[in-house]
């Protein structure tokens, strides 16, 4: 079992910026690939950027650039940092850990953005 624990969310103004964190504990190892993704009401899931655990990056195409993944190996933490956001990035953000057939996910972090 691998737990994943988020935070960082919050309430921001249009072009602000945020740091989303996602801690992971349990039976996490460097062959998990962890990820970001959105849920927003009334919409499907989904997928932001991810990141194995020899840092090789994917990351959506509606990321532009504004977004950045990053994982700290010590702290077994991955982190997205969110700059220039935009009313439509509100939703809830989840992290994730795959490997193989197990996937794991947090609960995840309200994020906001609005005037």
């Known amino acids: 079992q691998v737990q994943l624990v988020e935070s960082g969310g919050g309430s921001e103004q249009p072009g602000g910026s945020l740091r989303l964190s996602c801690a992971a504990s349990?039976?996490?190892?460097?062959?998990?690939?962890m990820g970001w993704y959105r849920q927003a009401p009334g919409s499907k899931r989904e997928f932001i950027a991810s990141i194995t655990g020899d840092g090789v990056v994917s990351l959506a195409r509606f990321v532009e650039g504004r977004f950045t993944i990053s994982k700290d190996n010590a702290k077994d933490t991955i982190y997205l940092q969110m700059n220039s956001l935009k009313p439509e990035d509100t939703a809830v953000y989840l992290c994730?850990?795959?490997?193989?057939?197990?996937?794991?996910w947090g609960q995840g972090t309200q994020v906001t953005v609005a005037s």
């Open positions: 349990g039976d996490i190892h460097n062959g998990y690939i």
């Open positions: 994730n850990a795959k490997y193989t057939f197990y996937s794991f």
